[in-house]
């Protein structure tokens, strides 16, 4: 059974750092793309970051600068690293493994900025 977990989400002031991790169990992350979308409420999901199997990594324009994000194959896991928050970064983060006929998602982990 496929099991995405997530988790490192909380409540941070603007400006604060967050780091989540997504844990794979099931799967081999490694031969995924595995991303990291966000949905706010009452917005679509959206993608935040993306890393493809072959290292090539993807960043939405909003997050450029701000968050970085990397893979430990050995851990079976992926991070995203979050610095400078912002209020508007506010949103469940979920984490997503694909690769062609198939696609997990994690239950999600919540971000909130605020003061």
């Known amino acids: 059974q496929v099991q995405l977990v997530e988790s490192g989400g909380g409540l941070v002031q603007p400006g604060g750092s967050l780091r989540l991790s997504c844990a794979g169990s099931?799967?081999?992350?490694?031969?995924?793309?595995m991303g990291w979308y966000r949905q706010a409420p009452g917005a679509q999901r959206e993608l935040v970051a993306l890393?493809?199997?072959?290292?090539?990594?993807k960043l939405a324009d909003s997050v450029k600068g701000r968050f970085t994000i990397s893979r430990d194959n050995a851990k079976n896991t992926v991070y995203l690293q979050m610095n400078s928050l912002k209020p508007e970064d506010t949103a469940v983060y979920y984490c997503?493994?694909?690769?062609?006929?198939?696609?997990?998602w994690g239950q999600g982990t919540q971000v909130t900025v605020s003061s």
């Open positions: 997503n493994a694909v690769r062609p006929g198939s696609s997990y």
């Open positions: 890393m493809r199997s072959g290292g090539i990594t």
């Open positions: 099931g799967i081999t992350s490694r031969f995924f793309d």
